[in-house]
């Protein structure tokens, strides 16, 4: 089966422009995850799609950091405008079931993005 | 809330050896499950092994295994026989049930297999 697809691979960008990531999760999988990774730090959790719905975006900065999942499939994430802090790799991950103990998340290759 | 802490930033083991990376967890659900992931260089996070906290069985899969000790709140990741492909960084991972429940990681072993 094909893996969750995401672009671009790597971004660079100056502080306070704008820059958007995109995601296609494995198909039939119903649960869409943004995670951020820092370097030398673990994935954190950013937002939690269920179908085209958002189960969990406690964690999302959401001044400067919006998400959506159009008809349930493919996922942007976008930042505007960017800070250097947000330099990091963004995770897209997709999983069959919601908070099922078993359905492990299948990750992308990220997007690494610079902000200088 | 849950966490989960990995004491061990890096670790070196010898090629064909086993090597064990920690993790410790704490929760107050009595529903839990626990995974490790690892992340190669080129950034992909890598599903390897699962455990739930009613599964009575450690975990395995080919050469990992997943020591399970639930008084402790340890479930430690044995990897047997050490490849070179096997280094890379080393997360553990937990989710609580619920419909809204996240998976949340560790800060990461880096292993490191030598000749």
């Known amino acids: 089966e094909a893996g969750v697809a995401q672009s671009p691979r790597y971004k660079i960008i100056e502080k306070r422009q704008s820059v958007a990531f995109w995601c296609n999760p494995i198909s039939g999988h119903a649960t869409l995850y943004w995670y951020q990774q820092i370097l030398g730090q673990g994935p954190k959790l950013l937002i939690q799609?269920?179908?085209?719905?958002?189960?969990?975006d406690s964690q999302l900065p959401k001044d400067r950091f919006s998400a959506e999942r159009l008809k349930g499939v493919d996922s942007t994430l976008k930042i505007q405008p960017a800070k250097l802090e947000d330099s990091a790799v963004y995770l897209c991950?997709?999983?069959?079931?919601?908070?099922?103990?078993?359905?492990?998340?299948?990750f992308g290759n990220g997007t690494r993005l610079t902000v200088t | 809330a849950q966490k989960i802490t990995q004491t061990q930033p890096g670790m070196f083991v010898q090629e064909k050896e086993a090597v064990t990376l920690d993790c410790t967890y704490d929760t107050s659900d009595p529903s839990y499950g626990l995974f490790w992931y690892k992340q190669p260089s080129s950034g992909e996070m890598i599903f390897l092994i699962y455990q739930g906290s009613y599964d009575q069985q450690n975990a395995t899969e080919g050469r990992y295994s997943l020591n399970f000790q639930k008084a402790r709140k340890s479930a430690n990741l044995v990897i047997s026989a050490s490849q070179l492909g096997d280094s890379a960084m080393y997360f553990c991972?937990?989710?609580?049930?619920?419909?809204?429940?996240?998976?949340?990681f560790g800060t990461g072993t880096r292993l490191q297999v030598t000749l």
């Open positions: 991972a937990m989710i609580l049930t619920g419909t809204a429940s996240k998976l949340t």
């Open positions: 991950a997709s999983s069959l079931g919601s908070g099922t103990l078993d359905s492990p998340l299948h």
């Open positions: 799609f269920q179908n085209n719905g958002v189960v969990d």
